[in-house]
T-cell receptor
Framework: IAGITQAPTSQILAAGRRMTLRCTQD?????MYWYRQDLGLGLRLIHY???????GKGEVPDGYSVSRANTDDFPLTLASAVPSQTSVYFCASSDSDTGNSPLHFGNGTRLTVT | GQNIDQPTEMTATEGAIVQINCTYQ??????LFWYQQHAGEAPTFLSYNVLDGLEEKGRFSSFLSRSKGYSYLLLKELQMKDSASYLC??????????WGAGTKLIIKP
């Protein structure tokens, strides 16, 4: 089934630990995004990639890094987790970076940093 | 700054009609999206408006007025499965999406 797969589904992580959230899509979309969703706030963009080999910073990039070695994969890494990074993380893709194509979302990763 | 406003929560009755409003102030405008998000699930795309007017898609319609910075999502013949959060998002001059906090819609029998 075409779509976006995120792993893990949920994770409890000790502060200071390193963690990589995985995201894979099979729709051959050029643009990919990482968002975090917190109660009472809109989705906030962490990092994005308009095409393989390029990445950019979103609204809340500090403490996170990404890579885009190929079209399908867009992992998000927390180098040293802090409790404020407790959130639900969504990976998304679209077939255009011009902002007029709908986003397709993965099912999310619920991360708790203790 | 850029801002999207939508009501935090609304309640409606099964079979009725509900209108969810969204007002926005952004640097530029390249379209407005509505997404539906059931609790614990991913957002899913509902509609896209870039020109003024009403777009109808089955039981759901979305309206846009660019001069007023205003949109609404109209849901007709409400069903229990419509209980969800509805997210409004605007594509700004840099084609970045600015998201509202979402409106939680509660449907009562």
């Amino acid at each position: 089934i075409a779509g976006i797969t995120q792993a893990p589904t949920s994770q409890i992580l000790a502060a200071g630990r390193r963690m990589t959230l995985r995201c894979t899509q099979d729709m051959r979309h050029n643009a990919m995004y990482w968002y975090r969703q917190d109660l009472g706030l809109g989705l906030r963009l962490i990092h994005y990639s308009n095409t393989a080999g390029t990445t950019g910073k979103g609204e809340v990039p500090d403490g996170y890094s990404v890579s885009r070695a190929n079209t399908d994969d867009f992992p998000l890494t927390l180098a040293s987790a802090v409790p404020s990074q407790t959130s639900v993380y969504f990976c998304a893709s679209s077939d255009s970076d011009t902002g007029n194509s709908p986003l397709h979302f993965g099912n999310g990763t619920r991360l708790t940093v203790t | 700054g850029q801002n999207i406003d939508q009501p935090t929560e609304m309640t409606a009755t099964e079979g009725a009609i509900v209108q969810i409003n969204c007002t926005y102030q952004t640097s530029g405008f390249n379209g407005l999206f509505w997404y539906q998000q059931h609790a614990g699930e991913a957002p899913t795309f509902l509609s896209y408006n870039v020109l003024d007017g009403l777009e109808e898609k089955g039981r759901f319609s979305s309206f846009l007025s660019r001069s007023k910075g205003y949109s609404y999502l109209l849901l007709k013949e409400l069903q229990m499965k419509d209980s969800a959060s509805y997210l409004c998002a605007v594509s700004d001059s840099n084609y970045q999406l600015i998201w509202g906090a979402g409106t939680k819609l509660i449907i009562k029998p």
